[in-house]
Structures are given as structure tokens and as C-alpha cells.
């Protein structure tokens, strides 16, 4: 044979078996079409007419060894992975019975008694904390004057210049030691501590007549309340906490920046209105404080206003000029509403002492005080000067102010007053903090 057939023989042989790798690469092919094409049956002829070249054998991946930690690019895809699952949506069904599982806990039903009493209780604990250095003076600071001592002259002596130094006056200290002491004849006391009971009787009953709270009538014009007072004695402070307190009753409240002197106040007015969303009237500094308040009640009636707090300037009792004034705010708010003001309230300072009496004599005598707030009971010892407003004047007491807060603006009951002033547990409590 020659050469050349050799050569044709071999060329045949190995287009054969290039055209049966072609074959065998179509045949492969047309398979994985036919599944494409029951998806798309509308492929194009483009597509159909795409030589295919045959495909090579992927080489194969060398073994990983056991202990071969995984590349970067297979964690890569393992985290897509796995992010993808979780973005898949949860079946409408199973994530109903998921809630279905998760139960809502149902409201429990709030007892009311518990909750009034925890709140008399935080009531009561402010109170015998704002009261406690009175206290310590002339509440339950006293047992250590009538422990464990026969009832005497010498004991008689000790209360009264207890009671003195306590400032209740000496009028009303007078009256208590001459009670005490027809008492004790009469009922042959022989128990110190007994007539310390008699003592706290006496007190109370100084406290009992002034126990009136103020009561605002429901009627078609503004209630008015004049508030009236030295400066310092935390009069404006008052104002703005007693609004915050008759707006939360369901009030509408109207202030008058009637102190028109300091230009701080009017300005402390304004931040107790804006805080309180509560509408103030006011001028420029210098202002006729008479006029401020003329329109303030103006305002008060047109927008139909329950209460309206005017505020004033403090003045000195010693200043007849500026107690004059205050007369006149008084005849002109009653140009406008025979009845106004309705409250004319005088805010004494506790811890001025008997200063606070000779306040409370001419403001009584200018304007007829119908009420009075006695404030910062809780940062002095003195504060039995309110057993000696009560007991000369009989104006009646309408709050007491036994802290900073809100809360500590307290309507005045004498029977709180008197057990928290003679509360034991506080004379432990000192007790307990001086050892």
C-alpha cells in the first residue's frame, strides 16, 4: 500500500471520529434544548442555528485535603446562600399560625382601691417628709420633752419655750400652756406622755376651724382669684402650679401678669402658660397693673374662662402707697364682675417667722384675704407660725407647700397636718440618723 493511501486512510478515520464527537455534542445538545424549549416553544431561528461546539471535559478539582479550611469564595457563597433563604417569604399560612401562637396577654382589671391607696400613701409620705424639721421642733420632736417626766412647773417651762422657739407667738403659745395646764388639773394627770396626747389635741383643734379648701362653683363667669403677697414668698411659683392643677380638673385657665414691676415675673408667667398650654395677659414692664387686669377679665369672659389667677406685685405691708394700689385693682376688676375678685389669697413664706403675722394683719386689712397659702413649710423649723395664723386671723387655709414639686402644692387638711407632725416614725427615723 502507499503512501499516500496510508495517509487518506488515517485522515478518513480521524474525520470520522471528529464528525461522531460532533454527533454525540448535538445530540446532547437538542436534550437540554428540548427542556427549554417546552418553556419557550417560541425560540428563535437564530438560536436553533447556533453551531455548538463541542464541550470539553471540565478538568477535575484536586481532593481537598480533611483538615482544609474552606476559601474565601466559598464562604462568600455560602453567606449569599443563606441570606437568599432567609429573604424568601414566609407562606401566608405559616406565619398565621405563628401569631396564632403568640398569644396577646389580656389587660388584668386595675384595682382601684390599691391604686388610691398607693397614692395616698405617696401623699402622706411627701407630707411627713416636707414636715419633718417642723416636725423634729414641734411634733414628734417633742416626746423627748415629756418622756419619762413627772408633770410640773419645770415640765410646763420646757413646752413653752419650745412652743416659742417652734414660732408659734406668743399669744397662741399662752393659750396652749393655760389649756394644758386646767386640763391636767382637772384630769389629774399624772403621765407626761398623756398630756403630750393632750397637746396634739390642742393643736388640732387650734388647726380645725382654717380647714376649709376652696371650692370653685360651677357659674357662666370667671372665677377670680387675686393672689397677693411680699416678694420671695414663692407667690408666682404658686400661681403657676395651682393653674396646672385646675386644668387638670377639666378647667379652662387664664392667667394676668398683674406684677408688671419685675420684668422676671412676667416672664416667669409666660413659661408657666406656655408649659401648661394656659393663656397669659400681659404688657410691657412698667405697665398699669390695673389695666392688665381689666383686659385680662375681658379676655376671660369672651372666651368663657372658669378660672382666672391674677398675679401682683409683692409689696411691702410698710408701703401704704403700694397697698393702695392694690385696692385699686380691686375696685376696677368690679367694674367688670360685681362679685370679682372671688378669692383675694395671701401667699405667706413659713419660714418668715412672725413676719408672716404682721403680713397677714394688713393685707387683711387692705383687701379682706379670704384664703391663704403657706408656703416652704418643708426648709424651716418654724413652722408653727400656721398654728398662729390660724389661731389670731381664722382665714381660712387653703394650701400648703411642703416641697418643689407639683405635688408638694397640697390642699390643707388639719388632720393630715397633725398626724404627720406627730408622726412617730419619723422621730425614729431622726433617731436612727443622729446615732
Known amino acids: 500500500m502507499s503512501m499516500f493511501s496510508l495517509f487518506k486512510k488515517k485522515r478518513d478515520k480521524k474525520e470520522s471520529e471528529e464528525e461522531k464527537v460532533q454527533d454525540e455534542a448535538v445530540v446532547d445538545e437538542q436534550e437540554s434544548s428540548d427542556g427549554e424549549q417546552q418553556a419557550e416553544p417560541e425560540a428563535s431561528d437564530e438560536a436553533q442555528q447556533t453551531e455548538v461546539e463541542p464541550e470539553k471535559e471540565p478538568a477535575k478539582a484536586p481532593e481537598k485535603a480533611p483538615e482544609e479550611l474552606p476559601s474565601a469564595a466559598e464562604d462568600c457563597a455560602q453567606v449569599t446562600a443563606e441570606s437568599h433563604a432567609q429573604q424568601q417569604p414566609v407562606p401566608e399560612e405559616s406565619a398565621t399560625e405563628e401569631l396564632k401562637e403568640v398569644e396577646t396577654p389580656k389587660a388584668e382589671p386595675v384595682d382601684t382601691k390599691t391604686q388610691e391607696k398607693g397614692q395616698k400613701k405617696g401623699f402622706w409620705a411627701r407630707?411627713?417628709?416636707?414636715?419633718?424639721?417642723?416636725?423634729g421642733s414641734i411634733g414628734s420632736g417633742l416626746i423627748g420633752v415629756f418622756r419619762g417626766k413627772k408633770i410640773d412647773d419645770d415640765l410646763f417651762e420646757e413646752l413653752e419655750t419650745q412652743l416659742l422657739m417652734a414660732d408659734l407667738g406668743v399669744a397662741t403659745t399662752t393659750k396652749i400652756i393655760d389649756n394644758l395646764t386646767q386640763q391636767a388639773d382637772r384630769k389629774q394627770l399624772k403621765d407626761a406622755e398623756a398630756l403630750y396626747e393632750l397637746l396634739q389635741e390642742q393643736l388640732a383643734d387650734i388647726l380645725k376651724p382654717v380647714d376649709k379648701p376652696l371650692e370653685i362653683p360651677n357659674s357662666d363667669s370667671p372665677y377670680v382669684i387675686l393672689m397677693t403677697g411680699v416678694n420671695g414668698v414663692g407667690k408666682t411659683t404658686t400661681?403657676?402650679?395651682?393653674?396646672?392643677?385646675?386644668?387638670a380638673e377639666g378647667k379652662s385657665v387664664m392667667l394676668a401678669a398683674g406684677d408688671?414691676?419685675?420684668?422676671?415675673?412676667?416672664?416667669?408667667?409666660?413659661?408657666?402658660?406656655?408649659?401648661?398650654?394656659?393663656?397669659?395677659?400681659?404688657?410691657?414692664?412698667?405697665?398699669?397693673?390695673?389695666?392688665?387686669?381689666?383686659?385680662?377679665?375681658?379676655?376671660?369672659?369672651?372666651?368663657?374662662?372658669?378660672?382666672?389667677?391674677?398675679?401682683?406685685?409683692?409689696?411691702?405691708?410698710?408701703?401704704?402707697?403700694?397697698?393702695?394700689?392694690?385696692?385699686?385693682?380691686?375696685?376696677v376688676m368690679k367694674k367688670l364682675d360685681p362679685e370679682a375678685p372671688h378669692e383675694v389669697m395671701l401667699t405667706l413664706d413659713a419660714g418668715t417667722g412672725q413676719n408672716a403675722i404682721s403680713q397677714a394683719?394688713?393685707?387683711?386689712?387692705?383687701?379682706?384675704?379670704?384664703?391663704?397659702?403657706?408656703?416652704?413649710?418643708?426648709?424651716?423649723?418654724?413652722?408653727?407660725?400656721?398654728?398662729?395664723?390660724?389661731?389670731?386671723?381664722?382665714?381660712?387655709?387653703?394650701?400648703?407647700?411642703?416641697?418643689?414639686?407639683?405635688?408638694?402644692?397640697?390642699?390643707?387638711?388639719?388632720?393630715?397636718?397633725i398626724a404627720a407632725l406627730f408622726d412617730r416614725n419619723v422621730e425614729a427615723s431622726e433617731t436612727t440618723t443622729a446615732n
Open 127 to 135: 407630707l411627713t417628709q416636707g414636715l419633718r424639721k417642723t416636725s
Open 239 to 247: 400661681i403657676g402650679k395651682l393653674a396646672k392643677q385646675f386644668k
Open 260 to 331: 408688671t414691676f419685675r420684668a422676671a415675673a412676667v416672664e416667669q408667667l409666660e413659661v408657666w402658660g406656655e408649659r401648661n398650654n394656659i393663656p397669659v395677659i400681659a404688657q410691657h414692664t412698667g405697665a398699669d397693673s390695673a389695666s392688665v387686669l381689666y383686659d385680662a377679665l375681658e379676655a376671660a369672659k369672651a372666651r368663657g374662662t372658669d378660672v382666672l389667677i391674677a398675679d401682683t406685685a409683692g409689696r411691702l405691708q410698710n408701703k401704704a402707697n403700694l397697698m393702695e394700689e392694690l385696692k385699686k385693682l380691686v375696685r
Open 361 to 417: 394683719k394688713l393685707f387683711t386689712e387692705a383687701v379682706g384675704v379670704s384664703g391663704i397659702v403657706m408656703t416652704k413649710l418643708d426648709g424651716t423649723a418654724k413652722g408653727g407660725v400656721i398654728f398662729a395664723v390660724a389661731d389670731q386671723f381664722a382665714i381660712p387655709i387653703r394650701y400648703i407647700g411642703v416641697g418643689e414639686s407639683l405635688e408638694d402644692l397640697r390642699p390643707f387638711v388639719a388632720k393630715d397636718f
